[in-house]
Nanobody
Framework: QVQLVESGGGLVQAGNSLRLSCAAS????????MAWFRQAPGKERENVAA????????YYADSVKGRFTIDRDNAKNTVYLQMNSLKPEDTAVYSC???????????????????WGQGTQVTVSS
């Protein structure tokens, strides 16, 4: 199984940017699709962005479209989440996750993901 470790979280002011990284080890990174989820206290977990195995297909939640960008470097076994124009409502624990699905329509589906990182805290102050 692929092991996942996130980094890059922190405290930023609204309007600023952060770039999260998720490093994978222990498996074939190019054989899994990847996603970033977030969960704020008292709220349900949300799939904010996902990317297919090759990187050719992506998914974004409406709440982050135009502000967040997901990409991956299969040579470095890493997936990234570039977050721009951050808002206080983006405050959450962000986790990366992996799925072996090869179907693009399944990228948004949390139940398809079976490998998870520990998460990294992102806090956006107003």
């Amino acid at each position: 199984q692929v092991q996942l470790v996130e980094s890059g979280g922190g405290l930023v002011q609204a309007g600023n940017s952060l770039r999260l990284s998720c490093a994978a080890s222990g498996g074939s990174f190019s054989s899994v699709a990847m996603a970033w989820f977030r969960q704020a206290p008292g709220k349900e977990r949300e799939n904010v962005a996902a990317i297919s195995r090759s990187g050719g297909n992506t998914y974004y939640a409406d709440s982050v479209k135009g502000r967040f960008t997901i990409d991956r470097d299969n040579a470095k076994n890493t997936v990234y989440l570039q977050m721009n124009s951050l808002k206080p409502e983006d405050t959450a624990v962000y986790s990366c996750a992996a799925t072996r699905t090869r179907y693009t329509y399944e990228l948004p589906t949390p139940e398809r993901y079976n490998n998870w990182g520990q998460g990294t805290q992102v806090t956006v102050s107003s």
